[in-house]
């Protein structure tokens, strides 16, 4: 976001403030406000108070808070296997879309001359059909009988009986795919704005493409790096489509989990402490992750 | 130069290029399989997820499954519903930001980030602890999926349309201002025209998050099936192929939206030059 956020916060301090009185910002401000007060930042409040729910509680005999701390250590006792692996293949699909979408953002950015609108319309087409149909096309493409098994089994990168679907390597193959937009539009946005004389600069200094990309376009596209691993990695981590669609059982992520426990066994409890956990996790780690890179104009 | 040497250097020169466009192929194939599986004809298999013949049936008879157009039709007035809520107050907000004072910008700025980067299950789940806690357990349904959806709407517009107010020329609104124009001919003759290609965009985004959206509207719709639930359940027996006829269709207006806009863009631009 830093990419958007960036040129609208220098618009805001030098912007001229046409009229209206010094109430009409919080007028403009407040329905926006209250929505978001009342159903996005209150229903923390809520999950933090199912999450000490007495754990005996149920739909029939209702549900009371008792302050039951033990729900955290049952959440964690249960479903750590689940929680370590959501964060790994998060990770993981983070990291390769890192790659791949670098390429893309980069290819639009410097290579793509009068097809850039285009290529950006494409880039976002996706979102235009179904999450879940699109991750349903992956099932077939990767089917056991596929063209694309076949290949792979024809020039023994798979074994013989080898399988892509219901694998890990499905899994994440899904995530990368559902969530490169995330990542390249903010790259695009970052590298679009560098200024291709800096990179000729260090050409006309013999620095070898190689050192020019690394002493010059990558640092300088780090805003973009940032944002992208951010919106790539935190929805992926609570994701469960993937998994449940192209996973088997030994897939299951911690979104699998939190999802059942909600709507099938109705363990309030269990699942608000697991949610809360995952949440309490992905902002430690977006903490640390963001001191490190040093950027602050992430908001 | 040799032409094998010239040949290498033109790879070189494209290299990037054309593994850009081979992560584009990668994202297209997906949305090719739906186009195709819309006129596959699965016959009695049950395993329908294998080409097996061409026909035309789906198309024809749409709503051949049962339910699946009365799931279109409510996600359909759902996203009308929470985007077209979700784009006023949007706007309103983002115009409030970028051209008035105040304090607790900070503030703002968080709670408009957050839901944007929080996970779905989790901000679904805080959304139902809230309902149920305050009694609306057994009250599940379309109002409290438009309540969910408006909600994670908001911020994707705020960040949409405050992107295109920042980059508003405010010569325009000074040059209205000195010939005479008072603020609010000024507001509905100048700043709205031009903040309007961002409040569209923003719309679309927002109709296509809501359309789209399972995870935070499985957790708060009750008995209530929107279009991706649909899917969802259909998904564990075996997909009717008329989902792929909706997919298409639905991706096929999205593109003519997109395209018509940035076409129209292009022959405004050329209108002011000539």
Redo the contacts between chains.
Sequence with gaps: ?AA??A??R???DS??????S?W??????A???I???L??????Y??V??SLFDPNGS?LTG?KVNYHVGNFATAVKDYHPELLRSLWYAGLATLICLV??Y??A???A???GRWR?L?L?????????????????????L?DH?FVVSTLQHLHVLGHDGRLLNTWLAVVAGIV?NF??FMVLPLYASLEKIDGRLVEAAGDLYASPFTAFFKVTWPLSLPGVVAGT??TF??A?????NAQ?LGSPGERM??NV??SL??SSQD?AT??AL??I??II?IGM?LVYIRKVGTED?? | MSPLARAGRWVRGHLVLGLGVLVLAYMFVPIAVVVLMSFNDPGKSKNVYAFRGFTLHNWEHPCGPAGMCHAVGLSVSIGLLATLVATIIGSMAAFGLVRHEFSGRGLANTIIFLPMASPEIVMGSSLLALFVSTGFGGRLGFWTIFVAHVMFCLSFVIVTVRARLAGLDDNLEQAAMDLYADERQTFWRVTFPLALPGILGAALLSFSLSFDDFIITNLNAGQTTTFPMFVWGAAQRGVPMQVNVIGTVMFVIAIAIVLGGELNNRRRARALVG
């Design positions: 976001m958007l956020t040129p609208a220098a618009a805001e912007a001229k403030r046409v009229g209206g010094r009409t910002g919080y007028w403009l401000l329905p926006g406000a929505w978001l007060g159903f996005f930042v209150v229903p923390f809520s999950l108070s199912a739909v549900y791949i979408g390429v893309l980069y290819a639009i410097f290579k793509a609108n290529l319309v494409l880039v976002i087409a996706p979102f235009f059909t179904s999450f879940l149909l699109r991750t349903l096309s992956w099932k077939l493409i089917a596929g795919y490169l937009p951010l919106l935190i929805p981590a609570g994701d469960y489509i669609l911690v979104g939190i999802q909600f709507t309030y699942a608000g949610s809360l995952l949440m992905i977006v992430l908001v």
